[in-house]
């Protein structure tokens, strides 16, 4: 594979040239909000688009440097944002970078030992997240919130492990500000 340009809409959050897209429906995400009588409320009144992933194919193979824009829409459930799935790299030692776009957000992160990070994000920020750390964007604005992430493309994707145990904390409203607040069904087994 060659060199290759692509283009980012900075008013709309979308990948322009991308060549696969990956969407993530209310019905996509079981057990992954903590409130399942308004997860089933939601989905059976309206099956909401929650994230959408636009990706650039490069080959799943050491060296080369998968990229990808995901666009978060705003929504709860319950009082808990928006969220994408999260999860951990199949190969664990390795990283990945954020780069905010549009909106706000932020990325909510765990390793094997149950330590938490949360780091807001708005236009410009850049989060590192270290390898060994889970990962899962939430989205606590009132608008589309776009990020790019950009990271080996042989890393892989572990999301069976977040969702048997979800993460220690959950992102939450609570009158109009975002906490951190202890997950009911965190299970570390
Ligand atoms: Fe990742």
Known sequence: MGPFASRINFNTGVLEQYDAKVVRKLSDMASMFANDQAYKQAVSAEDELVYEVFEKHVPEEEGQL???????????IGDEYFMTKGHFH?????????LCIKGRGGIIMSNEQGKVSYLEMVPGSMVYVAPYWSHRTVNTSDEEFAFLAIYPADAGHDYGSIEQTGFPKLVIDKNGKTELIDNPKWNKS
């Open 66 to 76: 998968a990229h990808a824009v995901t666009v978060i829409y705003p929504g709860k």
């Open 90 to 98: 199949t190969k664990p030692n390795t990283a990945e970078l954020y």
